[in-house]
C-alpha cells in the first residue's frame, strides 16, 4: 500500500507568489517523523523541513512551512515568495520506527517550475 | 550536521561488471543508508548498514546483488554487482540524525 502519496506531479507559480505541495501519508504508528526534500537539477538531496508527530506546532523553516494536519494524515509544504531558484523536484518522506531501527520512505515527488 | 562524501561521483560501466560506491562520513554514526534513484523516479532504499553486523536489506534487494560493507563508523560501500542497463541509477548514501537526514552527493551510475 502506498504510504506517502503526492498527488501533483507537477506544478506551476508565479515568482514571488506562495505554493502549496501536497502530502498525505498513511501509517499507524503514533510515532513518526515527516520530512521535505528539495532536489535540483543537479541531483544533490537538499533537507528543508521535519515534522514530528507529536509537535503541536506547524514546523517553519524560513519561507517554508509545513502544514501539518495529524487527523487528516496530510503534511503540506509551503513556500513562500517563491524565487527562480525554487524549481526543482520536491519530495515528502516519512520516518517509520521499526523493530531495531527505522527507515524513512519517500513519495514520487512533486516537479515545481517557477515562472518570472 | 554531517558531511557525507561519495566516490565515484559518476560512472560508465559495461554489462556483467560490478561497481564499488564509497561513502565516507565526517563524524561517526551507527546507520547508514544506501538509496537509488532510477531515473525520472523517486528514491528506494536499499539497505541499511549498521557497523558491525550484517547489512539489513529490502524487499526486492539482495545481498548477491548488492554487497554492503561497513568496516567502521564513519565508513561505507556498496557494491552493484552483474550490472545491467536496468541498474543505470542515481545511488546515494544517506545519515539521520533525530530530525534530520543528510544524503551525500550521489553517484550516477550508467550501464552501457
Known amino acids: 500500500a502506498q504510504k506517502i502519496t503526492q498527488t501533483q506531479p507537477g506544478m506551476f507559480v508565479q515568482e514571488k507568489e506562495a505554493v502549496t505541495l501536497d502530502c498525505t501519508y498513511d501509517?499507524?504508528?503514533?510515532?513518526?517523523?515527516l520530512f521535505w526534500y528539495k532536489q535540483p537539477s543537479s541531483g544533490e538531496m537538499i533537507f528543508l523541513i521535519y515534522?514530528?508527530?507529536?509537535?503541536?506546532q506547524n514546523a517553519t523553516e524560513g519561507r517554508y512551512s509545513l502544514n501539518f494536519q495529524k487527523a487528516r494524515k496530510s503534511a503540506n509544504l509551503v513556500i513562500s515568495a517563491s524565487q527562480l531558484g525554487d524549481s526543482a523536484m520536491y519530495f515528502c518522506?516519512?520516518?517509520?520506527?521499526?523493530?531495531?531501527?527505522?527507515?524513512?520512505?519517500f513519495g514520487a515527488g512533486t516537479r515545481l517550475f517557477v515562472k518570472a | 550536521s554531517a558531511v557525507i562524501s561519495q566516490k565515484p561521483s559518476r560512472d560508465i560501466c559495461q554489462r556483467g561488471t560490478s561497481l564499488t560506491i564509497q561513502c565516507q562520513v565526517d563524524?561517526?554514526?551507527?546507520?547508514m543508508f544506501w538509496y537509488r534513484q532510477q531515473p525520472g523516479q523517486s528514491l528506494t532504499l536499499i539497505a541499511t548498514?549498521?557497523?558491525?553486523?550484517?547489512?539489513?536489506?529490502e524487499s526486492g534487494f539482495v545481498i548477491d546483488k548488492f554487497p554492503i560493507s561497513r568496516p567502521n563508523l564513519t565508513f561505507s560501500t556498496l557494491t552493484v554487482s552483474n550490472l545491467s542497463p536496468e541498474d543505470s541509477s542515481i545511488y546515494l548514501c544517506?545519515?539521520?540524525?533525530?530530525?534530520?537526514?543528510?544524503f551525500g552527493p550521489g553517484t550516477r551510475l550508467t550501464v552501457t
Open positions: 563524524s561517526q554514526v551507527t546507520m
Open positions: 548498514a549498521n557497523q558491525g553486523s550484517e547489512a539489513t536489506y
Open positions: 515534522q514530528g508527530s507529536y509537535d503541536e
Open positions: 501509517t499507524s504508528d503514533q510515532s513518526y517523523g
Open positions: 518522506a516519512m520516518r517509520e520506527l521499526y523493530t531495531g531501527g527505522f527507515k524513512t520512505i
Open positions: 544517506s545519515v539521520e540524525s533525530p530530525y534530520e537526514q543528510y
